[in-house]
């Protein structure tokens, strides 16, 4: 018999070295590639998604899908893209809308699909309300004679599907570069999530039901930011609930990279 102290891990297994851990300590290092697509939603939809004390953004119909590809490391195990790089590499979509927490402006994601486990536990964790999928993004090599080097006109496309249906697709054709500043809102505002575990008593209360501001630290942006002509797609689905926050214009789409590094979180409120 052993103490529970004894029992090591960030997340689940908890094994006797910890090795095995499904997702590691904290902080977490990311970088990200996105295909962005900007639009305008059903405000009242969008709103239904906000409990109290979070409130809709300064522009409550704003929203965009984010396509994107990611490379992550945990702080104990800097060297695991070398030794595992499956365990660092994932594919995500993900439908994002503005709000604000006692007037600050803020973003929330609503719904998101991901493709590896690891990535899944640790949004779960974080408040992310994350599901697997597929996730296809276009991705020239810049060596292949067939394929166009990046640059107007030249064109992309994300698609993710989950449990055999498609679920949305967005495209970008690359028009010119842009800078951060011109990024429209809610993309880069600070993330404010629902963490939420149900007790394991029937009818019971959920053991966390809170709202937490996301932290982010060593913040950078490529310069290399493109705009361009965007068009998204929902399609309906017999298992998920998209459809209410499908587009009803796209104003923009955005190409671009990002990294940074997640040092925690703030507890703001529990419902519990």
């Known amino acids: 018999m052993v103490e529970i102290d004894g029992l090591k891990g960030f ?23 996105y295909l962005n697509i900007a639009y305008r939603a059903d405000p009242d939809a969008i709103a239904r998604y906000l409990p109290d004390p979070l409130q809709p953004g300064p522009e ?60 899944m536990a640790r949004g779960w964790f974080m408040g992310f309300a994350k599901k697997l999928g597929r996730i296809s993004i276009t991705d020239y090599h810049s060596l292949n004679p067939a394929m166009p080097q990046k640059g107007p006109g030249v064109r992309l496309k994300g698609i993710v599907s989950s449990h055999q249906e498609r679920l949305m ?10 800078s ?45 930011i493109w705009t361009g002509e965007g068009s998204l797609e929902f399609y309906p689905s017999e298992l998920e609930e998209h459809m209410p926050l499908q587009p009803e214009e796209v104003v923009g789409a955005y190409h671009f990279s990002s990294g940074y590094t997640f040092p925690g979180g703030e507890l703001l409120h529990s419902w519990v």
């Open 11 to 33: 997340s689940y297994p908890l094994t006797p070295q910890g090795r095995s851990s499904l997702v590691g300590d904290m902080p977490w290092h990311y970088a990200t590639e």
């Open 60 to 119: 409550p119909d704003m929203a965009y899908v984010a396509f994107s590809r990611w490379w992550s490391l945990w702080e104990n195990q800097r060297d695991m893209a070398y030794l595992n790089p499956e365990r660092t590499q994932y594919r995500e979509a993900a439908i994002w809308v503005g709000c604000s927490y006692q007037g600050e402006p803020g973003q929330i994601c609503l719904q998101i699909w991901v493709d590896n486990d690891f990535t």
């Open 169 to 178: 697709e967005g495209t970008i054709r690359l028009d010119e570069k842009t």
């Open 180 to 224: 951060q500043t011109e990024l429209p809102r809610p993309m880069g505002l600070p993330l404010f999530h629902i963490r939420h575990f149900p007790s394991i008593v029937k009818d019971a209360a959920p053991s966390v039901l809170e709202l937490v501001r996301l932290g982010a630290e060593n913040v950078r942006i490529s310069d290399d």
